[in-house]
């Protein structure tokens, strides 16, 4: 077993969810996995495609999430690729939160607010949702797929930018805090590429990271 020749990963584009507040998406009618592009991402989306077809041209294997958003900016980029979509690639899961303002659950849950602040971001798990370990037991599990189907391919993942951060804290061993400190910078920008080719030294293979948020539409929209 060893890794991808070449792992490359795409934050989806911008979508209904990203121009919305935490509010706004509480009370918005559509089921988060089920947010849709919007013009603007679609153009990003676009973009990206271009960009890494002239750079790859094709891969081997085509995964994604199996929401909304991360699906179209796959079809976008590479539209006759035959796309595996993996639950494993999803969003974390906020549970009852995900249909309640940031008032709402202060009156209902001010227990589990106190919690939020005592357990942290990392270790804090929603009534329903998961907690970030919950979500990194997913990208161990994807991780040990792509090691022992995808030796020596160049493969593309459009994932979420919280899976994202996550997954290189795994492969780079950065620590939690450093974790938490770029999810709250939101450095992830939508459809950006991050680069990975799989290395073999004194007989064994790692992922090593080429480039990180590269943003092929940054001064194009």
Do not use: C
Not at 178 to 205: L, Q
Request: no cysteine; proline share 3%; charged share 30%.
């Amino acid at each position: 077993m060893g890794w991808p020749r070449r792992l490359v990963l795409v934050r989806h584009a911008e979508s209904e969810g990203n121009v919305r507040s935490v509010d706004e998406r509480a009370q918005y009618e559509v089921a988060t996995y089920a947010y849709k592009l919007t013009k603007r991402g679609r153009q990003q989306a676009a973009i990206t495609g271009k960009y890494l077809r002239q750079e790859f041209d094709r891969f081997d294997v085509y995964y994604t999430s199996y929401y909304t958003r991360a699906k179209e900016t796959m079809r976008i980029m590479y539209p006759r690729a035959k796309i595996y979509e993996d639950p494993r690639l999803a969003e974390s899961q906020r549970g009852i939160w995900h249909t309640m303002t940031k008032d709402e659950i202060a009156k209902t849950y001010p227990g589990e607010m106190e919690r939020k602040k005592r357990e942290g971001l990392y270790h804090f798990r929603p009534l329903g949702g998961e907690n970030w370990p919950d979500v990194e037991l997913r990208i161990h599990s994807f991780m040990g797929t792509l090691s022992r189907d995808y030796d020596d391919q160049d493969v593309l993942i459009v994932i979420h930018g919280f899976w994202l951060i996550l997954f290189q804290r795994l492969i780079d061993h950065f620590s939690i805090n450093e974790a938490v400190k770029r999810f709250k910078n939101k450095i992830v920008e939508n459809a950006s590429i991050t680069i990975y080719e799989g290395v073999v030294k004194n007989g064994h293979s790692r992922l090593v990271l080429q480039a990180e948020n590269i943003v092929p539409w940054k001064d194009k929209l």
